[in-house]
């Protein structure tokens, strides 16, 4: 037997495996080889060894929902600086988006975003194609040659822009049974929605913003989940954010029907309050909503209705921000915060507990997006002959959000100011740490991410 | 006062101390000599991102009675049409030493984001963003229903007044009626905050479609019905004007036509009839007559709309001067 390599192999001991009872835990060449009593392994020579006393081990995390940006807007986040932002997270793969610049809707631009990623090393990165042709939503794109590509797409969306077109959104359904794909649906009707700015209720009247109302989301939702059970077909519903949308869902998965959705950590904690005062960090899309919305996407993660807790990191340009509302681009980054917030929301309430959170944020999105099983599987449980693919988080800690310090090339985090729990201190992507103590570690031989000067 | 952005900045206190500033100003503007010396050596820029003549001459004219340089930046034939941002606007500005910033804005929250971001030291006066605010208009159709109606007497319509009349009282026990289009109005929204704070009772009547969804946080009653509305006898009833791109389809189709609309929102002669003496009509304008509003209702003895834009400079000067003059202080 040859010496275990030092790069992807780590003994970490004595951290509350999903938050449970202190164990150790042996990752050899990239797997797990032993879980055992805290205290009870030693690592062979020249394996690193991480003291876990007090911090919880999840399984790798796994977005489904991430804007990479790249090719197009490197300006504003690269694979490479968007996959490092994702490891400071704890995340060991991210679903890259498809609206690019050229949008990812053919087999070379997948493939070309699933090589960049490969090559930076941070994260498994799994593109996602376009459900049409440049996101036009008139004609499909080809599919099947993404699905076959290197890349193996399987989740296939317009995000940005809704597939409203019923036509067109039920074939895409049908078509992507061939290879168990997804289409992960932006729900936004479009008539509905012209020029709208804010979610409409009481403060878009008081203050002036033209409103996206919540039926906007609902009416395509239902809709879609009616297609879905008329052609037998997998629906997973992007950004999920009112309580209507959590009641559509609801009733999907009690008529047993496979639809799946997701809701940002942004709307598990923020409302339209925010706009108030003109602050383009709080301009999102789907809009920040009420109160009464938190509640509901909370009680709907906590019972299973939503099935997983997905960014939408958006990345933004600072002069796209620095600006008045109505001109401003919609989106916020959260891969650096997302796991905070969840715990914020939803372990810290007594409504999760991190079993919880491994599920939300790693075994569901992986299944969802079929990268559970294959090569390089995801959203494994922690056992052994699976793959060490890890995160060590301290619950106990507190920070404030600045922007500058985090690992994202943009800084429009609505969370900038704002003191959250908990802290990222280690991530391992098949044992090898691509986050030790809170700071990222370039893989060997990954390109430095280039900084920009701001 | 540094900034005036929104009539919710203000108090009643406040608000009824603005209005007797306008008097005062308004009572100078009797004399031979209207200019007063009080901005003198002061910078004014009129920041207009939108058309509006009347509003950005009644601003010119106010500043320059208290003696302010006016300088008027138009977005249009400006760097602003060739993309240039409004923070680099606002920067050049403050290079330039504005003192104050009169902004008109198609963006609701342009003038809150010139006055909070630090990208400039000067006051800004909100001259209307989008479909938020123009608190100057509020404030001066205030002014001008309480010139007529505060404390009235046997005053009202027609009644001999000076600029003096109201002077240190509110709008208690006032009955106001805004008519139109509301969902777009930044008028209606200024209007609805500042006349409740003043203690007036506001009911909006408009078509359901023009209509904010929202509308049921606002401190006012909401009517889909003119004549019961004036049945319920208001003491002032303000028409605001309905944009005519509103009546297509390509525009939203908010109504089916504009006949319906005046049938059913106009203020015609007949219901001009069924007004109570000492009511009075109000326009911010421009007015479309024959839409809205019909001649006779316009040229009667209750139209106050050509006081309305009097009172205007005066209502005006006022601002300026609280954000300005007293800025050291």
């Given at each position: 037997?040859?010496?275990p390599?030092?790069?992807?192999?780590?003994?970490?001991?004595?951290?509350?495996?999903?938050?449970?009872?202190?164990?150790?835990?042996?990752?050899?060449d990239?797997?797990?080889?032993e879980?055992?009593?805290a205290?009870?392994?030693?690592?062979?020579?020249g394996?690193?060894?991480?003291?876990?006393?007090?911090l919880?081990?999840?399984?790798?995390?796994?977005?489904?929902?991430?804007?990479?940006?790249?090719?197009?807007?490197?300006?504003?986040e690269?694979?490479l600086?968007?996959?490092?932002?994702?490891?400071?997270?704890?995340f060991?793969?991210?679903?890259?988006?498809?609206?690019?610049?050229?949008?990812?809707?053919?087999a070379?631009?997948?493939?070309q975003?699933?090589?960049?990623g490969?090559?930076?090393?941070?994260?498994?990165?799994?593109?996602?194609?376009?459900v049409s042709?440049?996101?036009?939503?008139e004609q499909?794109?080809?599919?099947?040659?993404m699905?076959s590509?290197?890349?193996?797409?399987?989740?296939?969306?317009?995000?940005?822009?809704?597939?409203h077109?019923?036509?067109?959104?039920?074939?895409?359904?049908?078509?992507?049974k061939?290879?168990?794909g997804?289409?992960?649906?932006?729900?936004?009707?479009?008539r509905?929605?012209?020029?709208?700015?804010?979610?409409?209720?009481?403060?878009?009247?008081?203050?002036?913003?033209?409103?996206?109302?919540?039926?906007?989301?609902?009416?395509?939702?239902a809709?879609d989940?009616?297609l879905?059970?008329?052609?037998?077909?997998?629906?997973?519903?992007?950004?999920?954010?009112?309580?209507?949308?959590?009641?559509?869902?609801?009733?999907?998965?009690?008529?047993?029907?496979?639809?799946?959705?997701?809701?940002?950590?942004?709307h598990?904690?923020?409302?339209?309050?925010?706009?108030?005062?003109?602050?383009?960090?709080?301009k999102?899309n789907?809009?920040?909503?009420?109160?009464?919305?938190?509640?509901?996407?909370?009680?709907?993660?906590?019972?299973?209705?939503?099935?997983?807790v997905a960014?939408?990191?958006?990345?933004?340009?600072?002069?796209d921000?620095?600006?008045?509302w109505?001109?401003?681009?919609?989106?916020?980054?959260?891969?650096?915060?997302?796991?905070?917030?969840?715990?914020a929301?939803?372990v810290?309430?007594?409504?999760?507990?991190?079993?919880?959170?491994?599920?939300?944020?790693?075994?569901?999105p992986?299944?969802?997006?079929?990268?559970d099983e294959?090569d390089?599987?995801?959203?494994?449980?922690?056992?052994?002959g699976?793959?060490g693919?890890?995160?060590l988080?301290?619950?106990?800690?507190?920070?404030?959000?600045?922007?500058r310090?985090q690992?994202?090339?943009?800084?429009?985090?609505?969370?900038?100011?704002?003191?959250?729990?908990?802290?990222?201190?280690a991530t391992?992507?098949r044992g090898?740490?691509?986050?030790?103590?809170?700071?990222?570690?370039?893989?060997a031989?990954?390109?430095?991410?280039?900084?920009?000067t701001? | 006062?540094?900034?005036?952005?929104?009539t919710?900045?203000?108090?009643?206190?406040?608000?009824?101390?603005?209005?007797d500033?306008?008097?005062?100003?308004?009572?100078?503007?009797?004399?031979?000599?209207?200019?007063?010396?009080?901005?003198?050596?002061?910078?004014?820029?009129n920041l207009?991102?939108?058309?509006?003549t009347?509003?950005?001459?009644?601003?010119?004219?106010a500043a320059?009675?208290?003696?302010?340089?006016?300088?008027n930046f138009?977005?249009?034939?400006s760097?602003?049409?060739?993309?240039?941002?409004?923070?680099?606007?606002?920067?050049?500005?403050?290079a330039?030493?504005?003192?104050?910033?009169v902004?008109r804005?198609?963006?609701?929250?342009?003038?809150?984001?010139?006055?909070?971001?630090?990208?400039?030291?000067?006051?800004?006066?909100?001259?209307?963003?989008?479909t938020?605010?123009?608190?100057t208009?509020?404030?001066?159709?205030?002014f001008?229903?309480?010139?007529?109606l505060?404390?009235?007497?046997?005053?009202?319509?027609?009644?001999?007044?000076?600029?003096?009349?109201?002077?240190?009282?509110?709008?208690?026990?006032?009955?106001?009626?805004?008519v139109?289009?509301?969902?777009?109005?930044?008028?209606?929204?200024?209007?609805?905050?500042?006349?409740?704070?003043?203690?007036?009772r506001?009911?909006?009547v408009?078509?359901?479609?023009?209509?904010?969804?929202?509308?049921?946080?606002?401190?006012?009653?909401?009517?889909?019905?003119?004549?019961?509305?004036l049945?319920?006898?208001p003491?002032?009833?303000?028409m605001?004007?309905?944009q005519?791109?509103?009546?297509?389809?390509?525009?939203?189709?908010?109504?089916?036509?504009?006949?319906?609309?005046?049938?059913?929102?106009?203020?015609?002669?007949?219901?001009?009839?069924?007004?109570a003496?000492?009511?009075?009509?109000?326009?911010?304008?421009?007015?479309?007559?024959?839409?809205?509003?019909?001649?006779?209702?316009?040229?009667?003895?209750?139209?106050?709309?050509?006081?309305?834009?009097?009172?205007?400079v005066a209502?005006?000067?006022?601002?300026l001067?609280?954000?300005?003059?007293?800025?050291?202080?």
């Open positions: 037997m040859t010496a390599h030092p790069e992807t192999s780590v003994l970490v001991i004595g951290a509350q495996v999903l938050g449970g009872e202190p164990r150790d835990v042996l990752v050899l990239g797997t797990i080889t879980v055992a009593a205290g009870s392994l030693t690592g062979p020579d394996v690193r060894t991480v003291d876990a006393k007090g919880v081990l999840l399984p790798g995390l796994v977005d489904l929902h991430t804007h990479l940006r790249e090719p197009g807007r490197e300006d504003t690269t694979v600086t968007g996959t490092r932002a994702a490891a400071l997270g704890g060991t793969a991210v679903h890259a988006m498809a609206n690019t610049t050229p949008v990812a809707d053919t070379g631009v997948v493939e975003v699933w090589r960049l490969r090559d930076a090393g941070w994260v498994d990165v799994h593109p996602v194609g376009a042709v440049g996101l036009a939503g499909l794109a080809e599919l099947g040659a699905a590509s290197a890349a193996q797409v399987r989740v296939f969306s317009d995000d940005g822009k809704c597939v077109d019923p036509v067109l959104m039920r074939r895409a359904l049908e078509y992507v061939a290879f168990d997804v289409v992960a649906q932006h729900a936004q009707e479009p509905l929605t012209e020029g709208a700015q804010m979610h409409e209720g009481v403060v878009s009247a008081e203050i002036g913003l033209r409103g996206w109302p919540a039926v906007a989301e609902e009416a395509i939702i809709r989940i009616l879905a059970e008329h052609v037998g077909s997998r629906l997973h519903v992007c950004h999920l954010s009112t309580a209507g949308s959590v009641e559509l869902v609801r009733w999907a998965k009690a008529r047993g029907l496979r639809v799946t959705a997701e809701v940002t950590p942004h598990l904690m923020l409302t339209d309050e925010r706009a108030r005062g003109y602050d383009p960090l709080f999102v789907p809009p920040l909503r009420t109160e009464a919305d938190v509640e509901a996407v909370r009680a709907g993660l906590e019972d299973g209705t939503i099935d997983i960014t939408d990191h958006a990345p933004h340009a600072r002069e921000k620095d600006c008045e109505d001109a401003a681009a919609f989106g916020m980054t959260g891969l650096e915060t997302a796991l905070s917030v969840v715990q929301t939803m810290d309430t007594g409504r999760m507990t991190w079993a919880d959170v491994a599920r939300v944020m790693s075994t569901n992986a299944r969802i997006g079929r990268i294959g390089l599987p995801q959203g494994r449980p922690i056992a052994v699976e793959p693919n890890l995160v988080v301290d619950p106990t800690a507190r920070s404030v959000v600045d922007p310090q690992g994202t090339t943009s800084d429009n985090s609505p969370f900038r100011g704002a003191e959250l729990p908990g802290r990222v201190v391992f992507l090898r740490a691509t986050v030790l103590d809170g700071h990222a570690v370039a893989p031989g990954s390109p430095a991410p280039q900084e920009v701001r | 006062m540094k900034h005036l952005l929104s919710a900045d203000l108090d009643r206190a406040g608000a009824v101390h603005v209005l500033t306008a008097a005062e100003m308004a009572a100078t503007q009797a004399r031979e000599i209207k200019k007063l010396p009080t901005l003198r050596g002061r910078t004014v820029v207009f991102f939108e058309d509006s009347r509003t950005r001459i009644s601003f010119e004219t320059k009675r208290l003696s302010a340089d006016v300088i138009s977005a249009k034939g760097s602003v049409s060739k993309g240039e941002s409004l923070k680099d606007t606002a920067l050049t500005l403050q330039m030493g504005a003192d104050g910033i902004v804005h198609h963006a609701s929250g342009a003038p809150h984001l010139l006055a909070t971001a630090g990208w400039v030291d000067a006051s800004v006066v909100n001259a209307g963003d989008g938020h605010q123009h608190p208009q509020a404030l001066l159709d205030a001008t229903i309480r010139r007529h505060a404390g009235r007497g046997a005053a009202g319509a027609g009644a001999s007044l000076d600029a003096r009349s109201g002077v240190g009282l509110d709008l208690t026990g006032l009955h106001v009626a805004v139109g289009d509301v969902l777009h109005s930044r008028v209606a929204r200024s209007n609805v905050q500042l006349l409740t704070t003043l203690g007036a506001v009911t909006l408009a078509p359901p479609t023009l209509v904010p969804v929202g509308v049921e946080a606002w401190p006012c009653a909401v009517s889909y019905d003119l004549d019961a509305t049945a319920d006898s003491d002032a009833v303000m605001l004007r309905v005519r791109e509103r009546m297509s389809a390509a525009g939203g189709g908010f109504f089916p036509s504009p006949l319906e609309y005046s049938r059913l929102f106009g203020l015609d002669a007949r219901r001009l009839a069924t007004l003496d000492h009511a009075i009509v109000m326009h911010p304008g421009p007015m479309n007559r024959g839409l809205e509003i019909s001649a006779e209702a316009a040229d009667s003895v209750r139209s106050v709309i050509v006081e309305q834009v009097a009172n205007g209502v005006r000067m006022a601002v001067y609280l954000t300005l003059a007293t800025k050291e202080s």
